[in-house]
């Protein structure tokens, strides 16, 4: 029997592969970082890209005391949906729900390509650090919601007021 037969492997595989695409950027500026031996609870779902960096992310702070744990990662379109219901009935009318919660077709979550992040502590130590990783807090009203944002080892960009702004901005 290959080893490659072994589901582990496979996934012990991927995750490299990932960490390699992760980390290739930053060859030249930096050491390599070596690949997680498991992805961090919460990242089923999620690109491989975001799910190796988020898991260096928790795995560097946990290694400094510091809390970190995903919220909402990977959702299916029928729970997006269903957020989106809710957010209407919550906010009063779609416009003003879209400031918090996107439809199905415009979230990032849907896509495998974002983390909600907590606690606080946790939130606000991964927006200080996480350009190391890539990871970046992407709007100013929502302080749990990180992404691939910028190549590892560079600044994040400037946060979108909020995600309705930055759909509208980029028709997604
Ligand atoms: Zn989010």
Not at 96 to 102: E, I, P, T
Not at 136 to 149: G, I, M
Request: hydrophobic share 45%.
């Amino acid at each position: 029997m290959s080893i490659f037969a072994s589901g582990l492997t496979r996934a012990a595989l991927a995750v490299a592969g990932a960490a390699c695409a992760v980390t290739g950027a930053v060859v030249g500026v930096g050491p390599a970082v070596a690949a997680p031996t498991a992805l961090a609870p919460g990242t089923a779902g999620l690109v491989p890209g975001l799910a190796v960096s988020y898991t260096l992310a928790a795995n560097d702070g946990r290694a400094q005391g510091i809390q970190m744990y995903i919220t909402s990662g990977k959702r299916t379109d029928a729970e997006q949906r269903q957020l989106w219901r809710n957010a209407i009935a919550t906010y009063g009318s779609p416009a003003a729900a879209r400031r918090w919660v996107l439809p199905a077709e415009e979230s990032p979550h849907v896509r495998g390509e974002a983390v909600d992040v907590g606690p606080w502590e946790g939130a606000a130590w991964l927006e200080r650090n996480g350009h190391r990783w890539g990871l970046c807090r992407t709007f100013v009203n929502e302080w749990w919601h990180f992404e691939l944002a910028t190549t590892p080892g560079t600044a994040c960009p400037p946060m979108w007021p909020d995600a309705a702004v930055r759909a509208d901005r980029r028709g997604i």
